[in-house]
T-cell receptor, first 115, second 114 residues
Framework: GAVVSQHPSRVICKSGTSVKIECRSL??????MFWYRQFPKKSLMLMAT?????????EQGVEKDKFLINHASLTLSTLTVTSAHPEDSSFYIC???????????FGEGSWLTVV | AQSVSQHNHHVILSEAASLELGCNYS??????LFWYVQYPGQHLQLLLK??????LVKGIKGFEAEFIKSKFSFNLRKPSVQWSDTAEYFC????????????FGQGTTLQVKP
């Protein structure tokens, strides 16, 4: 079946540095991918919609200059957390929409810890 | 704005007990509804979804959900839970078309005691 893969699954970075998380659709083309953030014991919060070949659409309250999203191809979207701070530590999850109606697959998620 | 509310934040049941998790949404138009499960240390998995047709939807692992349009509800049920059902359950709504953009409820932690 369709699979969405995220890399890295866990990353630790120092405050002030940038870190990139990749989201790949392994066996289908995803024109649209979504990035969510999940705090411990909390629900998923949609951060942005990533569209192949165009700028991402950010949800209200999400800093687009801090969370850079690039959707360079039909199988890859990247989320770059710039100038990371400890409060950016979280679980980031991507999802991808296939061409089949209402079919959405989630990646395994990436744990980011900023120290 | 669209929102999803899950009434039960933490549910503790004994094995073989019946389960019902509440989910209500706020959106007046056409909606697609989902229940996802997140087992400890694993990624989100789709349990079931509704987008049209029979409002009683059957999913994997013996779960089912009923869409009641008049109540804006999509409650999840299972007649007899197992210890392996211990997980976090999320209700989600995709409102206004096939965008793939999901709005999630707060989640319900289900703990099943053996």
């Amino acid at each position: 079946g369709a699979v969405v893969s995220q890399h890295p699954s866990r990353v630790i970075c120092k405050s002030g540095t940038s870190v990139k998380i990749e989201c790949r659709s392994l066996d289908f083309q995803a024109t649209t991918m979504f990035w969510y953030r999940q705090f411990p014991k909390k629900s998923l919060m949609l951060m942005a919609t990533s569209n192949e070949g165009s700028k991402a659409t950010y949800e209200q309250g999400v800093e687009k200059d801090k969370f850079l999203i690039n959707h360079a191809s039909l199988t890859l979207s990247t989320l770059t957390v710039t100038s990371a701070h400890p409060e950016d530590s979280s679980f980031y999850i991507c999802s991808a929409r296939t061409g089949v109606v209402h079919t959405i697959y989630f990646g395994e998620g990436s744990w980011l810890t900023v120290v | 704005a669209q929102s999803v509310s899950q009434h039960n934040h933490h549910v503790i049941l004994s094995e073989a007990a019946s389960l019902e998790l509440g989910c209500n949404y706020s959106y007046g138009g056409t909606v697609n509804l989902f229940w996802y499960v997140q087992y400890p240390g694993q990624h989100l998995q789709l349990l079931l979804k509704y987008f049209s047709g029979d409002p009683l939807v059957k999913g994997i692992k013996g779960f089912e959900a009923e869409f009641i349009k008049s109540k804006f509800s999509f409650n999840l049920r299972k007649p007899s839970v197992q210890w392996s059902d211990t997980a976090e359950y999320f209700c989600a709504v995709n409102a206004g078309g096939n965008t793939g953009k999901l709005i999630f409820g707060q989640g319900t932690t289900l703990q099943v005691k053996p």
